[in-house]
């Protein structure tokens, strides 16, 4: 067996031994149910661990990853995931959580084809787009390239909003914010840009959704 996977299994062995030993009982209790007050929209890559980076335990977050932490209204996966964890398990919380030094947003800011992928980071694209003007009077490539991981968080968030999930719970008066974070590969800080939505009224009238009574 390959050394690599037969470790990953022993970390698991060891791992649980390790919890039984703090609580006998903490599988009997994890199993039982969950409800995590947070749903965390996040990107893929390896180095962002939703639970470590805010210090969480098994059942305090749901999550839900893909390249580049895009919230695209076509995307069932992502909707479902929303779904659910709006309406099932009420989460009060949503973050959108990018990352500095994100390989989508900087597979974005050119034009070398990858393969498939290129259709998912062309929604990305389509964020370069509507800031073009900001982001292109920005000099420095490195500057530019974080200024943009922060817009795409940003815009993330607002079409979260905009989905019919998170508007049909404000409409029934549930508690839900959002919130838009960036993570730093090289400090492990986050950054809340400040970026916060409990409310339809904080989207253009157009998107805000009419829901029957």
Known sequence: MEDFYKKILDNNQEWVQKSLEKDPEYFTHLAKEQKPPLLWIGCSDSRVPANEIIGAKPGDVFVHRNIANMVIHSDMNMLSVLDYAVNVLKVKHVIVCGHYGCGGIKAAMGNQSIGIIDNWIRHIKDIYR???QY?????????????FVELNVKEQVFDLAKTSVV???WGRGQEVTLHGWVYGLNSGYVTDLDVNLS?????DKVYQLQFAK
């Open 135 to 147: 982001l292109d009077s920005i000099i420095n490539e490195e500057d530019r390239f974080k200024a």
């Open 167 to 169: 508007q049909g719970a």
């Open 130 to 132: 509507l800031h073009h």
């Open 199 to 203: 409310s339809p009224d904080q989207l």
